[in-house]
């Protein structure tokens, strides 16, 4: 089965707000984490990704949280623009760092379509 | 546009053929991925190459598939005997292997090859 997943399918905010999209993943082993932008007819678009020995990342106006007690990711989405509809996928991994490393594929949730309403 | 491209864009074949689909990553990356993902789900992992090194393969999802990546740049996905249920995006990726002192193995995805079996 899946070792990651969303917890809502579809997540609809208005223009300017932040929106909140959260992942459950249940493998306690993954360390690396990815969240992912897919626009229609594209492949998956990197937004950022956090280790596990980090709680918190910033990017531009993305912010991904990290809670391991818990197993939980959410990506964090400040002033939302149209641009910003899309479907977000987190994806996890093991040991990405060093080469050679068992480098595995990516494990992604099922996603959240995330609507902007003007 | 991420630096991957596949070729073609699209395909449409009756069941029973065999389709092959072309990924072109990123030019100094040495690894390359290919996923499947069907609608409304997350991509699925399917196999990876670390230069012309296949070292995992046991996501493939039957022995109907199969890839290539014989000089290290470009990759082959072979789909022999096509089934109806093979229809979906197929996904290509390309990293640069992970080294120390470096925190991640960012993949960045091609636009995809869309197949439809008839």
């Known amino acids: 089965g899946e070792s990651v997943g969303l917890h809502l399918p579809t997540l609809s905010v208005q223009e300017g707000d932040n929106s909140i999209i959260n992942c459950a993943y249940s493998?306690?082993?993954?360390?690396?984490f990815i969240w992912y932008k897919q626009e229609s007819g594209k492949g998956p678009q990197f937004i950022i990704d956090?280790?596990?020995?980090?709680d918190k990342r910033q990017g531009q106006r993305v912010t991904v949280l990290l809670n391991k007690t818990v197993k939980h990711l959410s990506l964090q989405i400040a002033a939302t623009q149209p641009g910003d509809s899309a479907v977000y996928f987190c994806?996890?991994?093991?040991?990405?760092?060093?080469?050679?490393?068992?480098?595995?594929?990516?494990?992604f949730g099922k996603g959240t379509h995330l609507i902007i309403q003007p | 546009d991420t630096g991957v491209s596949q070729d073609p864009r699209h395909k449409i074949t009756k069941r029973g053929q065999n389709v092959t689909f072309r990924c072109d990553p990123i030019?100094?990356?040495?690894?390359l991925y290919w996923y499947r993902q069907t609608l409304g789900q997350g991509p699925e992992f399917l196999t990876y190459?670390?230069?012309?090194?296949?070292?995992?393969k046991s996501r493939l999802l039957s022995d109907r598939f199969s890839a290539e990546r014989p000089k290290g740049s470009f990759s082959t996905l072979e789909i022999q005997r096509t089934e109806q249920g093979d229809s979906a995006m197929y996904l290509c990726?390309?990293?640069?292997?992970?080294?120390?002192?470096?925190?991640?193995?960012?993949?960045?995805f091609g636009p995809g090859t869309r197949l439809t079996v008839l």
């Open positions: 990726a390309s990293s640069l292997a992970a080294t120390s002192g470096r925190a991640r193995d960012e993949q960045f």
């Open positions: 190459f670390q230069n012309e090194a296949q070292l995992e």
């Open positions: 493998n306690s082993a993954s360390d690396y």
């Open positions: 030019s100094e990356h040495n690894r």
């Open positions: 994806a996890e991994n093991t040991t990405p760092e060093y080469s050679g490393g068992g480098a595995d594929g990516l494990t």
């Open positions: 956090i280790r596990s020995n980090m």
